[in-house]
């Protein structure tokens, strides 16, 4: 199971001193909180794609990428949200490919709508169309990293005509592909079509829902023919803060969560730790809730957590880091490994994908990459469907 953080990147003043830093610390304060992640063990760093204040995260994340990747080792550089809808599937497969390469592999991505509307006329693109696009885009996005001299054309972009995206993915392995949502079942769906992986972000929303939409995407992952329900590659946000004790925990956070960005005012912090995931406590704690998870997702691959958010000050970001890092995720790790049940497939790698392919190359099962083999080649095995509106995908 993987473990990591992810941030949006907001530029939040401080409210418990009213000192708000500049972008440009903000965006070095970012490399650090990915280097650190790297230094005490974490799997993943995640970063947000955005295109208006209050936030700093990338407008184009690969950009990030191929910086943190000149300063970390091992950890798997990935996205938070890489705007589907609005970013041109020709530039994504070019320049997370060429991020691909110059991480040696340590690079997936997670594609999302985002969740800021006006976003989609700034692009020439009308927000109504959401759905469509993520669909179309990531039909395209995949055609051009699995195919050369590429002949398309849909409903979104100007046609295509012989064109080959370059750099290719590196040893012809495409960088793995999580499709995130918080509500929309039909990005569930088309996570389940193509066997890839769904990622819910498991912040906003009470437990059961986010139980109901990854169950819905294990179903329809069965369905098309990629392994069974529980063989589906799940990955949950989180959000958390900790200190010695809950009550000093509640006391230091509670005005950053009173002045976060993003849902600053919506509740107050004992109803929002009541009714979601958002873990403020003790080390302990947020082992303990995190844990719990699998009562209600079962067994997944992946967790985030943001730690980031709402002015926290660098320096307890940093802390908050470590403590995941040599408190939390380790017992996370042991307990999550011992409660799994048998055959579950791990998180996929460039390594584990690039294994499956080899596998199915000479029909030799691999006992590393045998599961991941059916999500790596992402055949589909029967029409794409939305269950809430009835219609093909490709009539949308």
Do not use: C
């Given at each position: 199971?993987?473990?990591?953080?992810?941030?949006?990147?907001?530029?939040?003043?401080?409210?418990?001193?009213?000192?708000?830093?500049?972008?440009?610390?903000?965006?070095?304060?970012?490399?650090?909180?990915?280097?650190?992640?790297?230094?005490?063990?974490?799997?993943?760093?995640?970063?947000?794609?955005?295109?208006?204040?209050?936030?700093?995260?990338?407008?184009?994340?690969?950009?990030?990428?191929?910086?943190?990747?000149?300063?970390?080792?091992?950890?798997?550089?990935?996205?938070?949200?890489?705007?589907?809808?609005?970013?041109?599937?020709?530039h994504i497969a070019e320049?997370?490919?060429?991020?691909?390469?110059?991480?040696?592999?340590?690079?997936?991505?997670?594609?999302?709508?985002?969740?800021?509307?006006?976003?989609?006329?700034?692009?020439?693109?009308?927000?109504?169309?959401?759905?469509?696009?993520?669909?179309?885009?990531?039909?395209?996005?995949?055609?051009?990293?699995?195919?050369?001299?590429?002949?398309?054309?849909?409903?979104?972009?100007?046609?295509?005509?012989?064109?080959?995206?370059?750099?290719?993915?590196?040893?012809?392995?495409?960088?793995?592909?999580?499709?995130?949502?918080?509500?929309?079942?039909?990005?569930?769906?088309?996570?389940?079509?193509?066997?890839?992986?769904?990622?819910?972000?498991?912040?906003?929303?009470?437990?059961?829902?986010?139980?109901?939409?990854?169950?819905?995407?294990?179903?329809?992952?069965?369905?098309?023919?990629?392994?069974?329900?529980?063989?589906?590659?799940?990955?949950?946000?989180?959000?958390?803060?900790?200190?010695?004790?809950?009550?000093?925990?509640?006391?230091?956070?509670?005005?950053?969560?009173?002045?976060?960005?993003v849902y600053g005012g919506?509740?107050?912090?004992?109803?929002?730790?009541?009714?979601?995931?958002?873990?403020?406590?003790?080390?302990?704690?947020?082992?303990?809730?995190?844990?719990?998870?699998?009562?209600?997702?079962?067994?997944?691959?992946?967790?985030?957590?943001?730690?980031?958010?709402?002015?926290?000050?660098?320096?307890?970001?940093?802390?908050?880091?470590?403590?995941?890092?040599?408190?939390?995720?380790?017992?996370?790790?042991?307990?999550?490994?011992?409660?799994?049940?048998?055959?579950?497939?791990?998180?996929?790698?460039h390594a584990s994908l690039?294994?499956?392919?080899?596998?199915?190359?000479?029909?030799?099962?691999?006992?590393?990459?045998?599961?991941?083999?059916?999500?790596?080649?992402?055949?589909?095995?029967?029409?794409?469907?939305?269950?809430?509106?009835?219609?093909?995908?490709?009539?949308?």
């Amino acid at each position: 199971m993987q473990f990591g953080i992810f941030t949006v990147g907001d530029v939040t003043t401080d409210p418990t001193t009213g000192r708000t830093i500049s972008e440009h610390q903000r965006i070095k304060n970012t490399v650090e909180m990915a280097k650190v992640a790297d230094e005490v063990g974490l799997d993943v760093f995640a970063t947000g794609q955005h295109h208006n204040p209050p936030f700093v995260a990338p407008a184009s994340p690969p950009v990030l990428m191929g910086d943190l990747a000149a300063v970390t080792k091992n950890i798997i550089l990935s996205t938070a949200t890489t705007l589907i809808t609005t970013t041109d599937p020709v530039h994504i497969a070019e320049d997370y490919a060429y991020a691909q390469q110059l991480a040696d592999g340590r690079v997936d991505l997670m594609l999302g709508r985002g969740n800021t509307g006006p976003v989609y006329p700034w692009f020439g693109k009308d927000n109504r169309e959401g759905i469509p696009l993520a669909i179309e885009n990531y039909a395209l996005l995949r055609k051009l990293w699995s195919e050369e001299n590429v002949t398309w054309e849909g409903k979104f972009r100007t046609p295509l005509q012989g064109f080959t995206s370059t750099p290719r993915p590196m040893d012809g392995v495409a960088p793995f592909v999580w499709h995130g949502s918080i509500r929309s079942p039909e990005i569930a769906e088309q996570a389940a079509y193509y066997g890839d992986g769904f990622f819910h972000n498991h912040i906003f929303w009470p437990p059961e829902h986010a139980a109901q939409m990854v169950r819905f995407y294990r179903e329809r992952f069965e369905h098309y023919g990629h392994g069974r329900a529980e063989d589906a590659i799940v990955g949950l946000g989180g959000q958390v803060f900790m200190a010695d004790s809950k009550s000093k925990a509640m006391e230091t956070y509670r005005p950053y969560f009173n002045n976060a960005p993003v849902y600053g005012g919506a509740a107050s912090l004992e109803d929002f730790t009541t009714q979601t995931p958002l873990t403020v406590g003790t080390p302990d704690e947020v082992i303990e809730r995190t844990l719990g998870f699998r009562e209600y997702i079962g067994d997944y691959q992946r967790q985030l957590f943001l730690v980031d958010h709402g002015g926290i000050p660098h320096q307890e970001v940093l802390n908050q880091i470590e403590l995941l890092g040599t408190k939390v995720v380790p017992v996370l790790r042991e307990e999550f490994a011992e409660r799994r049940a048998a055959g579950v497939p791990d998180a996929p790698t460039h390594a584990s994908l690039l294994a499956a392919r080899a596998a199915q190359a000479t029909d030799t099962p691999s006992a590393d990459a045998g599961q991941m083999g059916r999500v790596e080649a992402g055949v589909p095995r029967a029409p794409m469907t939305d269950d809430v509106t009835g219609t093909r995908a490709e009539d949308r």
